[in-house]
């Protein structure tokens, strides 16, 4: 057994390597596992989540507050404007608003973030209440596609506690296997990329979310997966009412996840200009033009949050300077802790504005580290982190999120393809974890 003061390069000296492996430690950007100090990094990166952690408090409180009176005032904008005419203004403010709405305020309550320095932390701002148990609660903490639920499940357990590996739900070489391996004009692939961002939120995330839940169910009622399916394999709209669906039916599916949305925000949200139209004829309006023109508001906003929110979110884990892994790890060990580095990606970062206009995601790495800190934390933590990265030579990739859409549109193209970890030093860092795991518990 290693210990703490002799593993700089003794987990990877001692680790046997196979013949797939010793080619991988051939490539350039796999020499710092050479001389990694494993334990080292563990131990730096463990003990400055606690410190963080530690330092949550009213200044957390009132920096969500900000950041939710900057998404309502989005919402107030795009909304009270949008039975006027079509127009950027209504369009850009209700895109925002429920872009922000997910990124920023559900996703980092939906984990915890607040549950320990939040007034309310037993009430609203609890993950266990948050959106959570009705519709009038999803409505008012968070109403989107996709069911809080479910997402909580796919997101907050199976994402992140599976990063990067063939059960990972969000990973994008995977998903795209299809395409990346289709054959015909090159041209195709591009078009089937702008229609999926465009439309993901519903075409994939919704289902795909409501699958995880499902699934999620059988395994802690002890039922069978049904022979021949593939539980990592995704879901989509065109596959609900389909054999490949066995987690629940189409219809199901539409009364439960889909319809509650789709009627309320596009139908009833701007039932008020009609009879607003109604009274405006002075001036030209009526209640038919008011509402139509809400309608095609809510209709832009939404294909115009499809494609921020797919900026945002799916280039977080994608590119060909991404790993991937092949086995499970434990939660906060330091083969999670490095994962989370060398399969995430940080964007541009520093100020409420542009982390606002990102949803607080370009602080990747960080969030995935420790997921159950707030937003400020995060701003606080990042060159930290990196500072601490660059001493261990841990690849820590910062990039502008609009390169790293175009290395994400590579993976799902099959252009490029996602790094390997080597296998035997996973396996060798996976036994430091155990024994680890093990002097603790004496």
Not at 97 to 126: D, L, N, V
Request: charged share 20%; proline share 5%.
């Amino acid at each position: 057994m290693c210990k703490p003061n002799e593993t700089k390069a003794a987990i990877f000296s001692e680790t046997k390597l196979n013949e797939a492996d010793a080619e991988l430690m051939k490539e350039k950007h796999n020499e710092w596992i050479k001389n990694f100090d494993y334990d080292g990094f563990y131990q730096e990166i463990r003990a400055l989540g606690k410190k963080l952690e530690d330092a949550q408090g009213p200044e957390d409180v009132a920096h969500l507050n900000r950041m939710v009176m900057w998404s309502n005032m989005c919402a107030a904008f795009g909304l009270v404007s949008m039975g006027f005419a079509v127009n950027i203004f209504s369009i850009v403010g209700i895109s925002l608003y429920i872009f922000s709405r997910w990124t920023m305020i559900a996703h980092h309550t939906c984990h915890g973030g607040y549950e320990k320095c939040h007034p309310e932390r037993k009430g609203r701002w609890s993950r266990f209440k948050f959106a959570l148990s009705t519709l009038w609660r999803r409505w008012n903490d968070w109403f989107d596609w996709m069911m809080p639920e479910a997402w909580n499940i796919e997101h907050n357990t199976r994402h992140h506690y599976n990063l990067s590996e063939v059960h990972d739900p969000d990973l994008v070489e995977h998903n795209m296997h299809s395409l990346r391996e289709q054959k015909g004009p090159h041209f195709l692939k591009y078009f089937n990329v702008v229609f999926l961002m465009a439309t993901w939120k519903w075409f994939y995330y919704a289902p795909n979310t409501y699958k995880e839940l499902k699934l999620a169910k059988m395994r802690r009622e002890g039922k069978p997966i049904p022979k021949g399916i593939k539980p990592e394999a995704p879901i989509t709209f065109k596959d609900i009412f389909t054999q490949d669906n066995v987690f629940y039916t189409g219809w199901e599916f539409l009364a439960v996840v889909f319809g509650p949305y789709l009627l309320i925000h596009f139908f009833l949200t701007p039932i008020p200009f009609y009879f607003l139209g109604e009274q405006l004829g002075d001036y030209g309006y009526t209640g038919a033009m008011m509402y139509k023109n809400a309608v095609w508001n809510l209709f832009f906003a939404e294909i115009l949050t499809n494609f921020h929110a797919f900026l945002a979110i799916t280039t977080n884990h994608a590119g060909d300077d991404m790993y991937r892994f092949e086995q499970p790890c434990r939660p906060y060990s330091g083969s999670f802790f490095l994962r989370q580095v060398l399969a995430s990606v940080d964007f541009s970062m520093g100020t409420d504005l542009i982390d606002f206009m990102h949803g607080w995601l370009n602080y990747q790495i960080e969030h995935h580290m420790w997921p159950n800190l707030s937003m400020l934390s995060y701003q606080r933590s990042a060159p930290l982190v990196k500072e601490i990265c660059n001493k261990y030579g841990v690849p820590y990739v910062q990039e502008n999120v609009f390169l790293r859409l175009k290395k994400t549109v590579d993976i799902m193209v099959g252009n490029t393809s996602m790094r390997r970890f080597p296998e035997a030093v996973e396996t060798a860092y996976l036994r430091r974890d155990a024994e680890i795991e093990a002097e603790k518990n004496k």
